[in-house]
């Protein structure tokens, strides 16, 4: 207990002791110093405490680094400020306050029930986190790594294992291949005697297959020889000769045919020969009347030409020629241009040029355009009559010269003078068709006496020709070349196999071929072989057989040759080196044990820590219990002061106490009267203040605690308050500016007084 | 018939362990002679150093003891890695005087392997070689009709054991293949300390574990292997425990986070060794505490405790305990131990790893750390 607390230089108290006996009250009005006095209790409770925090920082922004206050007696040691100010002061109103921040007295108690802070919910929780097999917790992922090292490191050791047994069956597999490879030699062997025998019994057929080719080919070869010989002896007779005889035949026929024709010739010449003679009569008649007419328009035509020469002027006489109008032309608008020229001298130059134009217009009119006048065309037309006149009277016809104009008139007199001349041509011509017509007859019966010449001769060479070929017809010479022909074919036929036996046989021909096949037929006979019908069959099975076995024997050669690649493969991993093989081995046999005891003692751990979590949450458990103890003593005390409070409490939490008001309604804490909330503060926090204490000597220090309550129920918490401290013996200490309260106190016998100056 | 004691790392050495290791020679030499053997296998790291075979002294000792051995019986003893160490390139075995031991097999060669035979078996020795890999070249007369081949050599091989043995890797590893290709019956192997058999290759291979405890860990009673040829077959094998080898002992010990020891574990402790003469003892405390420093007190209390039942060697292993502060005036980590306490397994029982396991996780959980 403290007994007086020495106050050297604190605050405004400077010097000041304090007397304080185990139930004090500390009157005074307000700045009177009741904090002062307040604070400096606190920092001789926890003068053993840490000093950290804002509880001491405000201390000293109070008072100074430099304040000094001790106390006397044997002062109650509290080791935290903060759980002091929650659990072991008490001030005026505080529960409202506390009810709206959710209780912070209230968790300080929780956590001084589980002693410093430390929660068994919160440790088992830890704990069985750490004993969570989820993929999420660090453990769990190491022990996951683990668990695949450890896999990888046996999937090593398999493969190790592997590498040295092979190595080591090595051995094993050698033996047995050697084994394997005597057994197949020992069957080769066997194969290549079967196969032997084989091939001398197919050679045996096949001697029979010779014979009886030999005896074919020397069968083959005297045929050939037979039909060589008759072919000699028909070799003269081939059809293409008969065809000499047949041309023959054909000169015949032509000669005759040409005869004929010629005859016929002959006498088409007479006819025209006659008709020739028949036309020469009436063309010289002809003759005669053209010559006459052609005498009388030779003598007519210079007169007609007369008056045509008048019809042409100037140009017709002078004979000019057409170009020369042009020269005219020119010649004018020369001396024209050349008037004009000289003009700008003399106008000579105009007379000039007037007369060059007017001499090129006259030119042109005069030479090259008469104009005939009526009088002339009549003097025409009569001297016209006057012609007519002429050509009628010597016994021709007006008509046939009459024409509209002298022009026309002019050109009917040049076709008779004309005339003449056509007539005697024809009849010249007629002359000469007659003569050739006579000679060309001549001619005609020359050439068919010759062709009856070469006719007679034809028939006499035919005659001769089939006299000479021995037959006495030509059918019976073609059939001779027939049969030439078909010996020939066949020849042909045979040409190939007797060259390919003759180059086989190296013999130069058929006879000789003949006598070696013969002379080898009659060897092979005297070789005991004979002729017999299924030999192909035979050689045909033996083949096969052949054939069979030797595939075997390819069969049994190839598996000797993998059999030795096997050995071989075998011998070189037989003497391979093992390689550290043994010592890699022997690491990862090490390396998994060690994971394995690795992942072991992660088991372990979990275990240890899911054991060590159940232990937790049965303290959790008792704690519960323990709670729920407290809550009963706090209704106990309750009770002194509010008899029919009927206080119930669900948890440390403040919305959970409930209790009944004065009218016997069961409310929440927060909406009772302040008095009441008060009462039970006073009650919650005495148990819970003891309950944290247990057994050590306590302090409580009240500031103004009982403003709200009213004289009666202050009467009652006061009892309360003398029923704690003789039940505990702690010490009290309250601070109030209320008058009524210290009178109260006074009456206490043990209550000591300690009045503060304003 | 013929009777045969496979023993093998025997270590001897001319340290503190001199007189450890000559007495269980002369158990095994003892065992020898009771047994009527007619062959003794020494299957290598008979020494634990060439240093130590130099050592005449040792040698001397040695050929003392085999005077013991009965007349009838061959000691036939390979060397192992062990006699290579400090074995310089000239240095050769054969031109030690090992007296009634015969030296098998010189490691200076490839094989260099000798045979020795009787009509029931002929007895194949192989040095140790660090590669056994070329063991298809090696000249071996055919194995005899009727005859049991027992294949005498020293090396790793992960198909027996595979443990986590430190000294494994610093020997050759023998092919798992050899066995069959030799055609043994019978493998006795030297050079893994812990006792294991399986069958290989047609061959029983058999680790018959080291002699003596010579490192920690070696747990179980020490032993050799008697077994019997008869008609070419080899008869069921038997064990020879070497009771002078002493045992390796480990116990837990479980601390509290005030340093404090239950009484009870204590004892617990205390009754399993009764005479722990020639045990090797280690003791792991496990747990979290408080105040490492009342830790080391502790730990010297129980070396005190411990140490006066006079065991050969005493460890005290306090690594894995780890300091937390806090945790002692934790009354929820009181309340866990108390609740923990009341669930403890007999001491030995196959649940106490587990058990230990909770204590840890929960103290460590509490104390804020994560296992």
């Known amino acids: 207990m403290i007994q007086k607390l020495i106050l050297e230089d604190y605050g405004k108290f400077k010097g000041r002791e304090f007397e304080l006996g185990p139930f004090t009250v500390v009157y005074g009005p307000n700045e009177a110093g009741k904090t002062t006095l307040f604070d400096a209790l606190f920092e001789a409770a926890c003068a053993g405490a840490p000093r950290r925090g804002q509880v001491w920082g405000r201390l000293a922004a109070r008072y100074g680094e430099g304040r000094k206050a001790r106390a006397s007696g044997d002062v109650q040691q509290f080791g935290d400020a903060v759980e002091f100010l929650e659990l072991f002061s008490i001030r005026a109103g505080q529960i409202s306050v506390d009810a709206e921040k959710g209780g912070s007295w209230a968790e300080a108690a929780k956590n001084s029930l589980y002693r410093h802070g430390y929660n068994p919910a919160e440790i088992a929780e830890k704990l069985e986190k750490r004993a969570s097999t989820s993929n999420a917790t660090r453990h769990q992922k190491n022990l996951n790594r683990l668990n695949s090292d450890l896999a990888g490191a046996r999937e090593q050791i398999a493969q190790l294992r592997g590498q040295e047994a092979a190595v080591a069956g090595a051995r094993e597999g050698l033996l047995r291949v050697e084994a394997e490879l005597a057994a197949l030699e020992v069957r080769k062997a066997g194969i290549e005697a079967e196969l032997a025998a084989a091939d001398g019994l197919l050679e045996g057929h096949k001697k029979v297959r010779a014979l009886h080719q030999a005896a074919r080919d020397r069968d083959f070869t005297a045929g050939v020889i037979q039909a060589e010989n008759k072919l000699a002896e028909l070799a003269a007779y081939k059809t293409e000769a008969v065809k000499e005889y047949d041309l023959l035949l054909e000169k015949i026929a032509e000669a005759g045919r040409g005869a004929a024709e010629l005859g016929g010739t002959i006498n088409a010449a007479l006819d025209t020969i006659e008709k020739l003679e028949t036309e020469s009569c009436s063309l010289l008649e002809s003759q005669r009347a053209a010559r006459r007419a052609s005498e009388t328009a030779q003598k007519l035509l210079p007169e007609v030409s007369s008056i045509s020469s008048f019809r042409h002027g100037l140009f017709a006489v002078l004979r000019l020629p057409p170009g020369l109008r042009y020269g005219i032309w020119a010649f004018g608008a020369a001396g024209a241009a050349l008037g004009l020229y000289l003009a700008r001298q003399t106008h000579l130059g105009y007379a000039l040029t007037v007369f060059f134009a007017a001499a090129a217009f006259a030119f042109d009119r005069y030479l090259y355009r008469p104009k005939d006048s009526p009088a002339d065309l009549a003097a025409e037309r009569r001297r016209l009559e006057t012609v007519y006149d002429q050509w009628v009277r010597r016994g021709f016809e007006r008509a046939e010269i009459e024409r509209p104009s002298v022009t026309e008139v002019m050109e009917a007199m040049m076709n008779f003078k004309s005339m003449a001349v056509s007539w005697d041509m024809a009849v010249e011509n007629n002359r000469k068709d007659g003569l050739a017509a006579r000679a060309a007859v001549k001619a005609l019966e020359d050439k068919s006496i010759a062709l009856a010449e070469e006719r007679e001769n034809c028939a006499l060479a035919a005659q001769e020709w089939l006299m000479r070929a021995g037959c006495a017809s030509r059918d019976e010479y073609l059939l001779k070349a027939n049969q030439y022909k078909t010996l020939d074919g066949e020849a042909a036929k045979y040409a190939g196999r007797v060259q390919e036996l003759l180059a086989l046989e190296s013999c130069s021909s058929t006879a000789a071929l003949l006598a070696l096949l013969d002379s080898r037929v009659k060897e092979l006979e005297a070789a005991g072989v004979r002729a017999r019908p299924d030999y192909e069959r035979d050689i045909a099975a033996g083949e096969s057989k052949v054939k069979e076995l030797a595939a075997a024997l390819q069969a049994e050669e190839a598996a000797l040759t993998a059999k030795k690649i096997e050995r071989e493969n075998l011998t070189a991993t037989f003497n391979k080196d093992l390689a550290k093989i043994p010592e890699s081995l022997n690491i990862f046999r090490r390396k998994e044990y060690d994971l394995e005891q690795e992942i072991a003692a992660d088991a372990l751990a979990r275990a240890g820590a899911e054991l060590a979590a159940a232990v937790y949450r049965e303290i959790e458990a008792d704690s519960s219990r323990k709670f729920a103890g407290l809550a009963r003593e706090v209704g106990a005390m309750l009770a002194r002061v509010l008899p029919a409070s009927d206080l119930q409490i669900g948890s440390l939490a403040l919305e959970s106490v409930t209790l009944k008001d004065a009218g016997g309604a069961m409310r929440a804490l927060d909406q009772l009267s302040s008095g009441t909330r008060d009462c039970f503060m006073l009650a919650a926090r005495l148990t819970l203040a003891a309950a944290a204490r247990a057994a050590a000597p306590g302090l409580l220090l009240l500031d103004d605690p009982f403003s709200a309550l009213d004289e009666g129920r202050r009467a009652a918490a006061l009892d309360l308050l003398k029923y704690f401290r003789q039940e505990t013996g702690w010490q009290l200490i309250i601070f109030t500016k209320d008058r009524a309260l210290l009178a109260a106190v006074s009456k206490d016998p043990q209550a000591v007084c300690c009045s503060l100056e304003a | ?371």
């Open chain 2, 1 to 371: 018939m013929l009777r045969v004691i496979h023993a093998s790392d025997l270590h001897l050495n001319t340290g503190a362990d001199k007189q450890y290791g000559l007495e269980v020679l002369r158990e095994l030499i003892g065992l020898a002679n009771s047994r009527q053997a007619d062959f003794l296998l020494l299957a290598g790291d008979l020494f634990d150093s060439f240093r130590d075979l130099k050592d005449n002294a040792l040698l001397a000792a040695v050929r003392l003891e085999l005077q013991a051995l009965r007349k009838d019986c061959r000691a036939l003893y390979i060397p192992g890695n062990h006699e290579d160490l400090g074995r310089g390139h000239k240095d050769k075995l054969s031109n030690f005087n090992f007296g009634r031991l015969e030296l098998m097999a010189d490691a200076a060669s490839s094989f260099g392997g000798k045979t020795a035979e009787t009509p029931d078996a002929e007895f194949v020795c192989v040095p140790h070689a660090a590669d056994y890999s070329g063991y298809r070249g090696w000249k071996l007369p055919a194995k005899t009709p009727g005859r049991a081949r027992v294949l005498l050599m020293h090396g790793a091989n992960s198909a027996v054991y595979r443990g986590p043995d430190q000294e494994e890797q610093l020997a050759g590893v023998i092919p798992d293949s050899l066995f069959a290709w030799l055609e043994a019956d019978y493998a006795a192997l030297g050079h893994v300390h812990a006792a294991r058999e399986t069958l290989i290759g047609g061959a029983l291979a058999v680790y018959c574990g080291s002699a003596r405890v010579w490192r920690k860990w070696e747990e179980g009673p020490r032993k050799a292997v008697y077994f019997e040829i008869d008609g070419g077959k080899i008869g069921p094998r038997q064990d020879l425990t070497l009771g002078s080898a002493g045992e390796f002992r480990f116990f837990t010990l479980p601390v509290n986070p005030d340093s404090s020891i239950a009484p009870a574990a204590m004892q617990a402790l205390l009754d399993k060794c009764p005479a722990p003469y020639k045990d090797y003892l280690v003791v792991k405390f496990s747990g979290l505490v408080e105040d490492a420093n009342a830790l080391a007190e502790v730990k010297k209390v129980v070396e005190t405790v411990i140490g006066a039942k006079n065991p050969r060697r005493l460890e005290v292993l306090s690594d894995d305990v780890e300091s937390c502060g806090g945790l002692a005036e934790n009354a929820l980590a009181r309340q866990f131990l108390e609740k923990l306490d009341a669930r403890r397994p007999p001491e030995g029982s196959p649940g106490m790893p587990l058990w230990l396991a909770a204590r840890r996780q929960g103290l460590a959980a509490l104390a804020g750390g994560q296992d």
